[in-house]
């Protein structure tokens, strides 16, 4: 029914968000907000990932034309800048807000809900790989299983173009080879141009340096590059390095041709992946020279993930989540007391729980167990077997064995 | 069970992909010439095949219903994708072409008709020789619209130009050569790294074999 998926949907979208929050305070990130109108020009001074069609304009009544917050980071800088005109010690903030943008695709909304945190600090493989962590951390608590962050380095590309000679429209065309992984094309492409024949071995190779760090870094060796993107890889290998402390080993994948939406990231940027969802569900990276532009070194990496893709893709996870209801408890008339004592004690212990008298016993369960009360017996039910139990004591013991504590709370 | 989920579309370049998986033992007996299945598993119950429109094979892999996907590389042109584009196949090989009557002018002339299942791919290649055009998009039979004349020229795939020449056309120019790709979501590349570079790997042999 469509109401049930919609409220079923309100209810998941809530709690992921409860679970985020847990998680960004618990790195120590406190919550801020910022103001649902900003002004357009804070925009169009920036360079951002953000398209100005995209945004929604307003226009208060002395004609000035604002935007409906179209993201959080951009604002919160400017705001910082105000205050400090240095960094004066670390500061994390973290945010649960609605942004707006025009999509051009009808199905799509506007408005969705971002979560995201915001670590202001000094340049670090430390810091990096503590947000990588939290990111990792953060999808994980939400439930799912195999998350995979890909890392890159938003200056690599340029660093390596930067002293060739070629048109906007060939990098253009470049960039898009390299972002679609197009080792068939690149070659070719590649020879039309005029430029160092090293760097062109490291663009043409530039596809295939995906995959586990050590792999990638192995490859890096035998390619000649400049000092500048040399430093970037030592950067990236060090954070690398430090994420495997976190133990996330499995979890990472280098991809140094992830190069689209870099707007004002500088250095390291990365997006997660989770399973059965064909888009990134999160991203992020090291924007250093933001703050700059509005004439104040304030470093800083972040990463924002949508609640609505995030609720997508856990309803794509299957049956665990299907349930709102943990317990069902059906009883005979005579067993009426028993059934209410029950009822009282789960609730107590935070489980959902619906109890109603037993009518018909071919009863269609929504519920994650169902507790059948007769004269005869006391039974529990789930998917798989049916266990009698004599008193509450055994029946918390059956439950919490095999769920522990209700899904809902984590 | 995960399975890795590839989708094309019926037909010949389906089939001889699926020679080629023959080749790295990955059969598919459930499928027969006559089969309307539009879902098939290979023998080993890992891959999950899914017949559907060639040029819907971009979109299912984008929104990741599909983790790859084997299409044209003239529904790429036509219709970009955000996927990764990691093989080219060699099969299907055909060119993409300007043709018309005998000696129609298709160069500093300031204006065409041009019909095409392809109005992107044609006006950008007209656009970059500064000819402007009207563009008719026609879903098949392109051929005929010079023959009635709705159009100047057509833009339109070539693989052995029987079809031209019976109606009395000729190329008149070659725009790209096409030949089908192996594309990739890129979340399940991410996710799902090794099945999907076994795929690559399997499909290759095949092509190995074949050369």
């Given amino acids: 029914m469509y109401s049930e998926i919609l409220e079923n949907e309100h209810e998941v979208h809530e ?14 990130y406190k919550r801020i907000k910022t103001s649902a109108f ?40 400017q705001q910082l800048v105000l205050l400090h005109d240095n960094l004066p010690e670390e500061m994390r903030y973290y945010y649960v807000q609605e942004v707006f943008r025009q999509t051009f695709q009808e199905s799509e909304r506007i408005g969705k809900t971002q979560a995201g945190v915001e670590f202001y600090c000094e340049s670090s493989p430390a810091s990096d790989a503590e947000t990588i962590m939290l990111a990792c951390h953060a999808l994980r ?22 002293d060739s000679d070629i048109t906007a429209e060939q990098t253009a065309e470049l ?69 495997e402390l976190y133990g996330l080993k499995k979890h990472i994948v280098i991809d140094l041709g992830l190069i689209n939406h870099m707007g004002y990231y ?22 250093d020279a933001l703050s700059e532009e509005f004439g104040v070194k304030l470093p800083a990496i972040g990463f924002a993930c949508e609640i609505e893709s995030l609720v997508k893709a856990s309803s794509n996870k299957g049956q665990k989540e299907r349930y709102s209801i943990d317990v069902t ?56 077997e049916t266990k009698e139990f004599i008193d509450f004591k055994q029946l918390l013991d059956f439950i919490a064995s095999k769920k522990g504590v209700p899904e809902w709370i984590i | 069970m995960d399975y890795l989920t590839v989708a094309m579309a019926k037909g010949r370049t389906a089939e001889r992909a699926m020679k080629f998986l023959e080749k790295s033992d ?26 559907v429109k060639a040029v819907d094979v971009p979109v299912y892999v984008e929104k990741g219903a599909a983790d790859v996907g084997i299409v044209g590389k003239d529904v790429m042109m036509e219709d970009p994708r955000d996927v990764y584009e990691l093989l080219d196949l060699g099969i299907g090989r055909c060119k993409l072409a300007v043709a018309g009557y005998p000696f129609t002018p298709v160069e500093n002339i300031p204006f065409l008709t041009v019909a ?58 070659e725009l790209a050569d096409v030949s089908a790709r192996l594309i990739v979501n890129k979340a399940s590349y991410a996710t799902k790294t090794e099945d999907i570079q076994q795929f690559i790997k399997d499909m290759k042999e095949g092509l190995e074999v074949r050369s």
Avoid at chain 1, 38 to 65: A, C, F, P, W
């Fill in chain 2, 116 to 173: 095409s299942k392809y109005p992107l791919v044609a006006k950008e290649f007209f656009d970059k020789k500064g000819i402007r055009t009207e563009m008719i998009k026609l879903n098949g039979s392109i051929e005929l619209a010079p023959l009635i004349g709705m159009s100047d020229v057509i833009v339109d795939i070539v693989e052995t130009g029987t079809t031209l020449k019976e109606n009395g056309l000729v190329v008149l120019q």
């Fill in chain 1, 38 to 77: 900003e002004q357009y020009d804070l925009y169009s001074n920036v360079r951002t990932s953000i398209n100005q069609n995209e945004m929604i304009k307003v226009i208060d009544y002395t004609g000035e034309v604002l935007v409906l917050r179209p993201d959080v980071t951009i604002p919160l800088t």
């Fill in chain 2, 26 to 51: 990955v059969y598919f007996s459930e499928f027969t010439d006559e089969s309307r299945k539009l879902v098939i598993y290979d023998d080993k119950q890992k891959i999950k095949l899914i017949f």
């Fill in chain 1, 175 to 243: 960039k898009m080879l390299i972002q679609a992984k197009n080792v068939v094309e690149i070659g070719p492409f590649l020879q039309q141009l005029s430029m160092d024949p090293s760097i062109k071995e490291v663009l043409e190779q530039l596809p295939l340096l995906y995959g586990a760090p050590e792999l990638v870094f192995k490859r890096l060796q035998n390619l000649q590059v400049s000092e500048l993107a040399q430093d970037a890889i030592k950067y990236l290998q060090r954070t690398c390095d430090i994420v």
């Fill in chain 1, 329 to 384: 408890v059906l009883y005979k008339e005579s067993r009426i007391k028993y059934a209410i004592d029950i009822t009282n004690e789960l609730r107590e212990r935070d489980y959902r729980v619906i109890s109603k008298p037993m009518i018909d016993t071919k009863h269609q369960s929504d519920s994650l167990y169902t507790i059948q009360l007769t004269e005869q017996q006391n039974k529990l039910v789930d998917q798989e």
């Fill in chain 1, 15 to 28: 709690k992921i968000i409860n679970i985020l929050g847990k998680r960004f305070t618990t790195y120590g």
């Fill in chain 1, 266 to 287: 500088s250095g390291i940027i990365f997006q997660g992946y989770v399973e059965n969802f064909g888009k990134p569900v999160l991203m992020g990276g090291r924007y």
């Fill in chain 1, 141 to 162: 608590d939400v439930g799912f299983l195999d998350v995979k962050i890909e890392i890159g380095y938003a200056g690599f590309f340029n660093e390596l173009i930067a």
